[in-house]
Structure formats: C-alpha cells, structure tokens
C-alpha cells in the first residue's frame, strides 16, 4: 500500500482491529520513509456475477448511469438518481451475498425507480425484462394501473 503522503510503496501496520459491525478491518500503517501514518479499511467487496459468468464489483455509478438512460426527458434530477442508486446499494447490501447475479440488480432497480417515474420504468423493464411486443408493454402497463392508488 502506498504512502498517501509521499508514495512511497511500502507501509507498517501498526495496528488491526474490526469495525463494530464486523463488516470491516482497520488498520493504522505507519511509512517507513516521512514517518506519516495513515488508516486503511479492508472490506468484502459485492461482486455481480453477469450473466456470461464474468464478474465484477458492484457500482452504484452504474447503476446510477443505466438509470439516467431510462429517464432521458423525464423530469428526473440527479438528487432523486443519487437516492435512488443508494436505495439499491443498501437492498444489496442487505442480501449479506458477496456474489449477487445481476439480474437480481435489475429487480432491486425497478421497484425505487417504479416509485419515480412509470415512463422511466416502463423504458427499463422494457430493456431489463426484454420486451418483445407492445403486448409486453401493455401487460405491464396493466400491472402499473393496477397498483396505482384510484384517482391517479
Ligand atoms: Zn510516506
């Protein structure tokens, strides 16, 4: 690990302890070379294993990215991206799977984003869930106006 401070490529672990939760490593280094010390956490890191069998930590950046896409003209804005990819970070998280296939990814995104926009919605289930007809819309359309409270 390198020094933050002055890059040199060594560092000591002067100390190790587990965070409160368990979920994490601490540990305090030392550089050898300026004398700085500096902290450093060690964590599992959720991967999302694709459907070619290739897999790759998860981000939440690209979540957020697929979902922009989806609410291209939508009246949208970055807040509600952010929160809506946080929600689906903390939904994974609370799998406690270090190895989540991706399409489980894709469920943890269509409820937040139902919730945000029906068109949004609609334009990424169509993608996600491979939408073939218009009869495929219209089902899911169905679906839609059926959970919707009578009024709206
Ligand atoms: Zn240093």
Not at 65 to 72: I, T
Request: glycine content about 8%; overall charge neutral; proline content about 6%.
């Amino acid at each position: 690990m390198h020094c933050p401070f002055c890059r040199n490529p060594d560092s000591r672990v002067i100390d190790s302890r587990s965070t409160e939760d368990g979920a994490a490593i601490r540990r305090r280094r030392s550089c050898p070379e300026c004398g700085r010390r500096f902290t450093t956490q060690e964590t599992v890191l959720q991967m999302v294993a694709k459907r070619s069998g290739v897999t790759e930590p998860f981000s939440r950046d690209k979540i957020i990215a697929g979902v922009r896409r989806a609410c291209q003209g939508r009246p949208v804005d970055e807040d509600a991206l952010a929160k809506l990819g946080h929600q689906v970070e903390e939904a994974i998280r609370a799998t406690g799977v270090a190895e989540i296939p991706s399409h489980q990814i894709g469920l943890a995104i269509l409820g937040p984003l139902r919730e945000l926009d029906e068109v949004a919605y609609l334009r990424f289930a169509s993608v996600y869930r491979g939408f073939e007809s218009l009869d495929d819309f219209a089902k899911e359309i169905e679906l839609l106006r059926a959970v919707d409270p009578p009024g709206e």
